[in-house]
C-alpha cells in the first residue's frame, strides 16, 4: 500500500478551513485528522487544497504554433503543455480543441492528430489530460472526429461554439447585443463590405490565407445556416448517448441558453450578458467565466465582469480560457478584493469544475476522493505559490524554493 501524508496543513475543507493532517493512501484521501503515516510531507505553515480543475484551457495552442505559421512538433508541445498544467496546481485539464472549418491551427486533421498524440503519450504525462471537443458548428467536416473522440479514453465534453455567425453579425451590433443565431431577428453582414476584411484579418491569419480567400471562404461556409440547426441535434444526440457534459458558448439571450439546455448542454460557458445568466442560473445550469476576466478586472472584450459574478453568486466556476496560470491570479486577486470567502472562491476552481463536468470523484478534500492536491505558500498580502502537485496521490510537480 502506497501511504502519504500532509501534517500540519491549513486544510481547505467542505465548510471549513482547518490546521490538521491528511493522509493518503493507493490514490485516495483515507482519513483527515489522524496521526501521520507512510511518507510525511511537512506541510506546517503551508496551505493544502483540492488541485484545480480547467474545463476550458487552450493555451497549449501557443504550444503548437508559437509564432503564426510556426508549428512546433506535437509530442513536445504536449509534454510541455502537461507540465504547464501540473505546474499551475491543474490535476484536471480539458484541452480546448477547436474542429473548425478553417485551415491550420484549428482545422478538423490537426485536432485529431493532438487528440491522438495525447492518447499515445498518456503513460508518460504528470496530470489528467481531457478535452473539451470544441466544436464549430458549421464545421459538418468535423463530425467524425467527434464520434472517434467520444468512444476514446480522453472522456471528453462538447462546447458548441457559432464564431462563424459571430464573424457574420450585422456590423452595428456589438457581439454581446447578438440575437440567438437562429432567430429571424438575426441580422447578417454582407461579405463585400470592406469592414469584414477588417473583422476577419486575424482570423484569416491564423488560418494561413490570404484576406480575399479567407472571406470567400466564409461565404461559402454561410452557406450551410439552414442545417446547423439539425446538425447541432445530431452532435447533441451523440454527446448525450455517450453521457459527455455538453456545454454552451458566449450566450447573448435566454433563448440561445433554452435552446442549449434542451438539447441537454446545461453548462453555459463564458456568457456575455445578464439575461443570460439569469436564464442559466433559473434553471440550475452550471455557469462559467473566464479566470483571466477574475485576474485582469474585466472582460478584455467588455463582456461581463466574472468578478461581479463570483461576488453575486452567479459563477460555479472559472476556466482558465487562454493563459493557466490566470486561475491562480484570479483566486488571489478575488481573495484580496474580498469578494468572498476563500472556501467560496477556491470551489470555483475545484469543487465547480467537477461539478460542472460530473466528476464526483475529485474537487474536494474528503475521505474516499481521489488525492487530487495542491500545497501552496501564501504568504499575507502576497502572491500564493505552487509548491506541489499531486494526481490520485501521485507527485506531478514539486517546487523546492530557493531558501
Known sequence: MSLTSFEGATVFL??????????????????????????VVDARGLILAPAMIDLHGDAFERQLMPRPGVY????????????????????????????????GLRDVARGRALMEGILDLAPRLTVENRVQLRWETFAF?????IRWALGTALCPSIAFNDHTSMTMRDYDVPVQERAFEFSPDFSIAALDDA???????????RAGMDEDAYIALLGEICGRR???????????????????????????RAETRGFFRGLGARVSEFPMVLEAVEAARAHGDPIVFGAPNAARGGSHIGSLGAADMIEAGLCDALASDYFYPAMLAAITRLDAERRAG?????????????????????????????????????????????????????????????R
Not at 141 to 145: G, I, M, N, P, S
Not at 197 to 205: D, E, F, I, P
Not at 228 to 252: F, N
Open 195 to 205: 469592414r469584414m476584411k477588417t473583422r476577419t484579418a486575424s482570423m484569416a491569419h
Open 226 to 252: 439552414d442545417a446547423v440547426p439539425d446538425v447541432i441535434a445530431e452532435v447533441a444526440e451523440m454527446g448525450r448517448a455517450a453521457g459527455a457534459p455538453m456545454l454552451s458558448h458566449d450566450d447573448t
Open 72 to 103: 512546433f512538433p506535437l509530442e513536445t508541445a504536449i509534454i510541455d503543455t502537461d507540465r504547464q498544467l501540473a505546474s499551475n496546481g491543474i490535476a484536471t485539464g480539458y484541452h480546448a480543441i477547436t474542429l473548425g472549418w478553417e485551415p
Open 342 to 402: 476563500r472556501l467560496a472562491l477556491w470551489s470555483v476552481v475545484s469543487d465547480g469544475p467537477a461539478r460542472g463536468m460530473g466528476l464526483e470523484d475529485r474537487g474536494r478534500i474528503a475521505p474516499g476522493l481521489s488525492a487530487d492536491l495542491v500545497l501552496l505558500d501564501w504568504p499575507d498580502g502576497h502572491a500564493p505559490a505552487i509548491l506541489g502537485t499531486w494526481v490520485a496521490g501521485r507527485p506531478a510537480y514539486r517546487g523546492a524554493p530557493r
Open 141 to 145: 467536416e468535423a463530425l467524425d472526429a
Open 14 to 39: 467542505p465548510g471549513e478551513i482547518a490546521e490538521t493532517t491528511v493522509c493518503v493512501a493507493d490514490g485516495r484521501i483515507a482519513e483527515i485528522g489522524g496521526p501521520p503515516m507512510g511518507e
